[in-house]
């Protein structure tokens, strides 16, 4: 395994990600127009950390880039330029075996609970075949650690022989977060974990992965649509829009205090309680741009409602401001 330097300031976490970009080569639409090859640009240089057991997390629309930056950190998809270090080690210059002995200890846990079990295996199975992957115990030492998880996540011994089909969406999250743990990882990959579950059960799961984080101790890079999750659980947000982190901090200060007007505007469209202390709504008006032709200067303007001249022509700068605040917007230089 090779061993990378990195900056002294990140020596203490257990995920960096610098200047992460993941393109995809497009051969349609635009592409025959131009007479030559356009990308969809999915990931277009982002920096982020974790620490351990924290929670971090990755917040914006539909289409901004989040699940394929989970993706790429795990190389299920490759990376088109950047680095990603687990603890001082760039993930992207292991050979295989280093890339199987990574996945021990970065998981993943996939948004439709439906489609990420195989349907014609029984629980049991599913759960033992990462053991088996990674040759991890004997036989009976597997089946004992799946039933000691299975309890863990709130699923009975019985399940343990039944098919994935006879389960709720509930039931079937609960198996993905076994998987997941069975190897004993340090991160989790939460990649829309809720989003296809009803809003009762949802609450269950985000309960759920604040008890086994505090007990395991685990690390986890959450990824959502979703802003009125997200504050529930996190410890830090970075807001994603069209393949960018426009924003960067605490949740406290993100949820209390936006700074970026697209966050003001997510948070603007959350339903509140109390109306008489609702702030100003602030609309996000328009289509989000298409990420292979994305617009020149800030990204967002053409949604902005401040938008000014040098948004149209000038990429923001990013502006650090107090407990490590991140913002790129020409409101702040």
Request: overall charge positive; aromatic content about 6%; some cysteine.
């Amino acid at each position: 395994m090779q061993t990378q330097k990195i900056k002294d300031s990140e020596q203490n976490n257990i995920l960096t990600v610098n200047n992460l970009k993941k393109f995809f080569a497009s051969n349609e639409g635009l592409s025959r127009l131009l007479k030559g090859p356009t990308y969809v640009q999915a990931v277009n240089d982002i920096s982020f950390h974790l620490k351990q057991g924290e929670t971090y997390s990755l917040v914006g629309e539909s289409g901004c880039g989040k699940s394929t930056t989970g993706r790429t950190i795990l190389r299920l998809l490759e990376s088109t330029e950047g680095e990603v270090f687990y603890k001082q080690n760039n993930i992207f210059e292991f050979n295989q075996k280093d890339l199987r002995n990574m996945r021990k200890q970065i998981q993943m846990i996939f948004q439709d609970p439906f489609s990420s079990l195989n349907p014609r295996k029984r629980v049991g199975s599913i759960l033992e075949e990462p053991l088996k992957i990674h040759n991890i115990k004997s036989k009976e030492e597997r089946k004992k650690i799946v039933f000691e998880v299975m309890e863990r996540v709130g699923l009975q011994r019985e399940h343990y022989y039944r098919l994935s089909h006879e389960f709720s969406g509930g039931q079937r999250q609960r198996i993905g977060i076994a998987r997941a743990l069975v190897v004993n990882p340090e991160i989790i990959v939460c990649d829309e974990p809720v989003s296809a579950l009803d809003v009762a059960i949802q609450a269950q799961i985000i309960n759920l992965l604040q008890s086994l984080q505090k007990e395991l101790n685990l690390t986890y890079l959450f990824i959502s649509h979703d802003i009125s999750v997200v504050r529930h659980i996190s410890d830090r947000i970075g807001v994603m829009y069209l393949g960018k982190i426009v924003e960067e901090g605490n949740t406290d200060d993100i949820i209390n205090n936006p700074l970026h007007p697209y966050t003001q505007g997510l948070l603007s469209a959350v339903p509140q309680a109390n109306t008489n202390n609702k702030p100003e709504r602030i609309e996000i008006k328009g289509e989000i741009p298409s990420p292979i032709n994305p617009p020149n200067g800030c990204v967002f303007h053409t949604r902005c409602p401040y938008v000014m001249d040098i948004c149209k022509s000038q990429i923001p700068k990013e502006i650090i401001k107090e407990n490590g605040r991140k913002v790129s917007c020409h409101l702040y230089n």
